[in-house]
């Protein structure tokens, strides 16, 4: 069973930044898609960064300058770089990856952002 950790999710003040962190249970090497969505309560799941293999990127309207995804191999970890905080974005994130033809979801990580 593949499992996905996720780490980095906190409290910021608007305009900060946070790193949140992904790691594989097993290599990424030959993953397909690598995603990362958030969800606020009432509200359906929404993608904010996609990174498909050969590196082409895919990020949503309200995220992008902001928020950067990336991924390093040799940790089996996929990252997603979010600056210039809003308040807007508070959510939990969730990754996703596609590898092997299956896809797995994170536990979620909890990004609050509040003065």
């Known amino acids: 069973q593949v499992q996905l950790v996720e780490s980095g999710g906190g409290l910021v003040q608007p305009g900060g930044s946070l790193r949140l962190s992904c790691a594989a249970s097993?290599?990424?090497?030959?993953?397909?898609?690598m995603s990362w969505y958030r969800q606020v309560p009432g509200k359906q799941r929404e993608s904010v960064a996609a990174l498909f293999m050969g590196g082409m990127t895919n990020y949503a309207s309200s995220v992008k300058g902001r928020f950067t995804i990336s991924r390093d191999d040799a940790k089996n970890t996929v990252y997603l770089q979010m600056n210039n905080l809003k308040p807007e974005d508070t959510a939990v994130y969730y990754c996703?990856?596609?590898?092997?033809?299956?896809?797995?979801w994170g536990q979620g990580t909890q990004v609050t952002v509040s003065s």
């Open positions: 097993v290599s990424i090497l030959n993953s397909n898609v």
């Open positions: 996703y990856i596609i590898v092997s033809g299956s896809n797995y």
